[in-house]
């Protein structure tokens, strides 16, 4: 069974920056490509990146292009989300996920973390 663990949530002021965190225990055949979602208040979960693990291939929300960049780190099974320029709109739970396709479909993926939370008060 594959885990994935977020960290690195927290608050901060709007314009700050955050950098999340996701480890996978393993990587599996059928975890080509992992995916940050998030669910704000009275929301439901949406896109907000993907990344191949062997191409480095990623793929944004409009919402995010620009502010937010996904990377990997193969060698530590490691894939992280750096957050800049937040606003209070980016206030979610931040879910990481790993899936057969850099979708932006939740659907498309196998294996979720429990979450973290990012606050930007307004």
């Known amino acids: 069974q594959v885990q994935l663990v977020e960290s690195g949530g927290g608050l901060v002021q709007a314009g700050g920056s955050l950098r999340l965190s996701c480890a996978a225990s393993?990587?599996?055949?059928?975890?080509?490509?992992m995916g940050w979602f998030r669910q704000g208040p009275g929301k439901e979960r949406e896109f907000v990146a993907a990344?191949?693990?062997?191409?480095?291939?990623?793929y944004y929300a409009n919402s995010v292009k620009g502010r937010f960049t996904i990377s990997r780190e193969n060698a530590k099974s490691m894939v992280y989300l750096q957050m800049n320029s937040l606003k209070p709109e980016d206030t979610a739970v931040y879910y990481c996920?790993?899936?057969?396709?850099?979708?932006?479909?939740?659907?498309?993926?196998?294996?979720w973390g429990q979450g973290t939370q990012v606050t930007v008060p307004s």
């Open positions: 393993r990587r599996t055949l059928n975890m080509v490509a």
């Open positions: 990344i191949t693990w062997t191409t480095g291939n990623t």
């Open positions: 996920a790993g899936g057969l396709t850099a979708s932006s479909l939740s659907t498309s993926y196998a294996y």
